[in-house]
């Protein structure tokens, strides 16, 4: 019985060392990768603006097909009230 204690202890202090280093290293690297993480969060990539850019024109068109198509609906609304039979 002692031998096995003995042995699984001897397995965790041969592990023990290598989980310090990673922690040790996990906690070194930590303010890197929090600095990077900002860095990126706080810029925009070509990428990202070319979207946001496509997105805006996309957006825009759409808003002015819809002025364009009420303007063609008053228009022909007018065009009926003053007596005309083609309004087109």
Not at 23 to 51: F, I, K, N
Not at 58 to 80: D, F, H, I, L, T
């Amino acid at each position: 019985m002692r031998v096995i204690y003995s042995l699984a202890a001897a397995g965790v202090m041969l592990m023990l060392p290598g989980c310090i280093a990673k922690t040790a290293l996990d906690v070194a690297t930590m303010p890197v990768r929090a600095g990077a993480q900002a860095a990126d969060w706080a810029t925009t990539s070509q990428d990202e603006a070319d979207r946001n850019y496509g997105r805006r024109m996309r957006e825009q068109e759409a808003r002015e097909s819809r002025e364009r198509k009420k303007a063609e609906e008053q228009r022909r609304r007018e065009c009926r009230r003053a007596g005309y039979k083609d309004c087109g």
